[in-house]
């Protein structure tokens, strides 16, 4: 399936999930929110650089585009975990809401992870968790964030991240959706600067900061989005010290020498302009 046909499908796919802003009488009844995020199987990264954009035809020369891109996928996949993704959007949200209820009485995250059975492990659950076991916790009402796509792609020789998914509350009791907001940010289509595919290919965390820009993006709508100006609210505590959110751990990657073979060497894409 090809990079163009993804707009027509994530229209049809959300015809019946478009956005629904949060009512401050809704969030006034939340007593104590569990907040959840994952990201879907299948979701990512993924590469649309070379298959969708002939600009880069003569940089590969012999290697096949399908290649090149199966390549750039290993190399995203060095950049940045899924367990790093998905606890940013989160911590980066929830650090950000204001210091009042419900999100002062917010379900400890690591009894949420213990319980569905995700602390600490790369590989975040796939599959949407059984709500149930957050219960006995205490929680009324679940906030989860789901990360449906991310990758690079290219247009025009102009290539960028992008990262789409949706955000969404609900209650425990009857499942009653109050809050989704879909969301999909996309450096190429925004014009941000230009993330050379081949200088990612020699430097996989270039694709991590960017990642990592258009997460915290998404935090800030999140945000925006959960603090409903028609509420009565709660009183306003402390925060506590320390940075927003903490970033996400730097993967350790060592520049490898250049061939002096003209054969590229196995898994890897050309060397990007001086």
């Known amino acids: ?59 590969l020369k012999k290697l096949e585009p399908v290649e090149a891109d199966r390549r750039l996928t290993v190399k995203l996949q ?57 219960t006995p916790l205490g929680a009324d009402t679940i906030v989860e964030f789901v990360v449906q796509e991310y990758g690079m792609r290219s247009k025009k020789g102009h290539a960028g991240a992008f990262l789409r998914g949706y955000g969404r509350m609900f209650t425990l009791d009857g499942r009653s959706e109050v809050w989704r907001h879909p969301f999909e940010v996309d450096q190429v289509e925004s014009g941000a600067e230009h ?19 258009l997460l915290d993006q998404v935090a800030l709508e999140f945000v925006k989005d959960l603090t409903p100006k028609d509420r009565r609210g709660g009183p306003t505590v402390a925060a506590p010290p320390g940075p927003a959110a903490p970033d996400a751990v730097t993967p350790t990657f060592v520049e490898p020498p250049k061939p002096s073979d003209p054969e590229l060497p196995p898994g890897e894409l050309p060397d990007p302009d001086p």
Do not use: H
């Not at 590469?47 to 940089?59: H, I, N, P, Q």
């Not at 009485?105 to 957050?134: G, H, I, M, Q």
């Open 1 to 59: 399936m090809t990079r163009s046909l993804l707009p027509f499908i994530a229209l049809a796919l959300c015809a019946g999930c478009a956005s629904q802003r949060l009512a401050g009488a809704d969030l006034d009844r939340v007593r104590r929110p569990a907040f959840i995020s994952r990201i879907e199987d299948g979701a990512g990264p993924r590469s649309f650089v070379f298959r969708e954009d002939s600009a880069y035809g003569d940089k």
């Open 78 to 134: 060095q950049a940045v975990t899924r367990f790093e993704i998905s606890e940013r959007l989160r911590v980066n949200t929830l650090t950000q809401l204001p210091r009042e209820a419900p999100w002062t009485y917010t379900v400890d995250p690591a009894r949420v992870a213990s319980v569905l059975e995700s602390f600490l492990v790369e590989e975040v659950p796939a599959n949407a968790p059984d709500y149930d076991l957050v």
């Open 195 to 213: 993330l050379d595919p081949f200088k990612v290919g020699k430097n996989p965390d270039l694709f991590r900061q960017a990642l990592t820009t």
